[in-house]
T-cell receptor
């Protein structure tokens, strides 16, 4: 799978939006962009995924650049429960089902 | 919502014991996974099952075995626990289908300590 690059950490205030960037300049046309997050002492949690168009769900929005070389996960109103490590990964056409996370972005939310 | 449950959140065992970790999912998913997660090493796949009684080795199967007799249940067995198997164990499940759109749902994890 192609690699992604994320900032190590980000801070936000409660009830403010959080924009988490992810660069994936070597993405192929068939790669989906997936986001997971992991709260302290919990298992990873699926957040959202997309291919070309922007996506919204109850947890977040995913904005995908027109050239698909970058994307942004948007948490519209951060809460203390959103403090977690956020992972951006690409999933392609291979038959390899295993998930591999990089270091991710550690999000801290200030009350 | 998909629910994946694991039999224990915390477990302490002694070296040489046989250890059973159980995982149950309630969404009729074909795929089930066992991972372990260690600081600095990330998530590593131990075993993968794509159907009842079907399994594939992941990256680190040594010292582990698995059992899937029913679709909803996937067990991880440590044949003879060793201290280097102290870790967070994560079970996940997903629908069958293309890897590209595969969404995995994780359980809360079992933190196993082997003394």
């Amino acid at each position: 799978d192609a690699k992604t690059t994320q900032p190590n950490s980000m801070e936000s205030n409660e009830e403010e939006p959080v924009h988490l960037p992810c660069n994936h300049s070597t993405i192929s046309g068939t790669d989906y962009i997936h986001w997971y997050r992991q709260l302290p002492s919990q298992g990873p949690e699926y957040v959202i995924h997309g291919l070309t168009s922007n996506v919204n769900n109850r947890m977040a929005s995913l904005a995908i650049a027109e050239d698909r070389k970058s994307s942004t996960l948007i948490l519209h109103r951060a809460t203390l429960r959103d403090a977690a490590v956020y992972y951006c990964i690409l999933r392609g056409l291979s038959n390899d089902y295993k998930l591999s996370f990089g270091a991710g972005t550690t999000v801290t939310v200030r009350a | 919502d998909v629910k994946v449950t694991q039999s224990s959140r915390y477990l302490v065992k002694r070296t040489g014991e046989k250890v059973f970790l159980e995982c149950v999912q309630d969404m009729d998913h074909e795929n089930m996974f066992w991972y372990r997660q260690d600081p600095g090493l990330g998530l590593r796949l131990i075993y993968f099952s794509y159907d009842v009684k079907m399994k594939e080795k992941g990256d680190i199967p040594e010292g582990y075995s698995v059992s899937r007799e029913k679709k909803e249940r996937f067990s991880l067995i440590l044949e003879s626990a060793s201290t280097n198997q102290t870790s967070m164990y994560l079970c996940a499940s997903s629908l069958a289908g293309r890897v590209a759109a595969d969404t995995q749902y994780f359980g809360p994890g079992t933190r196993l300590t082997v003394l």
